[in-house]
């Protein structure tokens, strides 16, 4: 058996572990492993997952690994996950990350935005402009009006708010995601972001502004 092999075995065993935080663990590995052929398992894995309300970080490292290796048949599971209610809106931002990354490979990216929008869930939003910023994809200039004027609506800050006071609401993964968009689309826009108070904020969209991305692993 080759390492890789061996690996990716450890890992799909660890997904039928009695303890979360193993669970867990195997998702992030099949997630580093980024292998197509883990997919099935972390499909059933997280489709047990779901019955168990208390282990939300393990859903969401499933969820998000399923986008990674790629597992289109698990998307219309992950949409209806989607409309559920869940305490842990981090399983939102997994699930946003996770479905674009799976739609957009039958889909134009326009179209899934569109789709994405209509929730009106600012961590599944936000989830998506993760995907968008992390694949360094560029959309369309109409698609990229939208984004930038959807990031601007004070209506999304309190959903993302990531500590008491930030202000940031769904800016900080546009400005991530658009170093490589066209400057006379964003440079205003990345301006803004440089009058909020967030280091994390500051530093995105300076790298924006210079065409570059931020290096980030989640």
Known sequence: ?????????????????SIALKRESGAKRLRKLGLPESG?????????EVKDKR??????????????????????????????????????????DAVLRLSILEKPLAEVWAEVLKTQNPMFIDGALRAIALLKL??????????????RQPKFIDGVRGYPGDQSGLRYWVAAASG???KSLTQEFLLECQLIKDT???FASDQALKGKYIKWDY
């Open 200 to 202: 994390s904020l500051k």
């Open 40 to 48: 099935e398992a972390l499909f059933e894995a997280l489709k047990r």
């Open 1 to 17: 058996m080759s390492e890789v092999a061996l690996k990716l075995a450890e890992a799909v065993e660890l997904l039928h572990n």
């Open 180 to 182: 490589g968009w066209k």
């Open 138 to 151: 560029v959309p369309d200039d109409e698609t990229i009006q939208s984004i930038i004027a959807v990031a």
């Open 55 to 96: 282990t939300w970080s393990a859903r969401y490292h499933l969820i998000a690994a399923l986008g990674v290796v790629k597992y289109q048949p698990a998307l219309p599971f992950l949409w209806e996950l989607a409309h559920q209610d869940f305490d842990a809106t981090m399983t939102y931002l997994g699930l946003g």
